[in-house]
């Protein structure tokens, strides 16, 4: 496959079709690396096949692209399995879930845990702040990211905790 790459840039090289798409880019696009130019300010709305489907209308998350980096965003993640749509039972397990479905969101979409910048934290009883405290330590080891946590009367189908992020991503050029 490779082989039939390179002949074929090489044929285009010699052709005016080198000249309007760049030789380069095609090997890059027939290799499978298709660029995605962002520009500045673009917005991409994010979603991972890892992570539950909204419950309302909202996005996963979205991205939001500079020069040399990006900012994930991500909705507030609740409890729900992905494979079943439901609420987790327990609130051990529903921190759990809420924080796998966070990082799988934010790495599938090109970013990770540990450049996270802040999370803020929902919770039906403040009482429960040490025990999602124990279970968020288990996710955020070091370099801990700015975090904000308070007690609200409701959350979406009356789940026991809801965690959002943002985390920065270092584009590919940039290094």
């Known amino acids: ?58 996005s996963a998350g979205t991205k939001v692209y500079y020069n040399g980096f990006s900012i994930i965003e991500t909705s507030g993640q609740i409890g729900l399995n992905p494979a079943t749509g439901e609420l987790v039972e327990d609130f051990e397990g529903q921190v759990e879930q809420a924080l796998n479905n966070l990082k799988h969101l934010i790495e599938d979409n090109g970013g990770s845990l540990d450049r996270v910048i802040k999370t803020q934290i929902f919770l039906s009883d403040i009482d429960n702040f040490k025990a999602v405290d124990a279970i968020y330590a288990k996710y955020f080891t070091k370099d801990f990211p700015a975090r904000a946590a308070v007690a609200v009367k409701d959350l979406p189908k009356l789940c026991y905790v809801e965690i959002m992020a943002e985390a920065v991503v270092q584009d590919q050029e940039s290094g």
């Open 1 to 58: 496959m490779k082989f039939l790459a390179i002949a074929i840039c090489v044929s285009l090289l010699f052709s005016s079709v080198s000249c309007e798409l760049g030789i380069f880019k095609v090997f890059e696009n027939f290799m499978g690396k298709e660029e995605k130019a962002h520009k500045p300010g673009d917005i991409e709305i994010l979603s991972s096949p890892n992570v539950p489907e909204a419950i309302g209308t909202y």
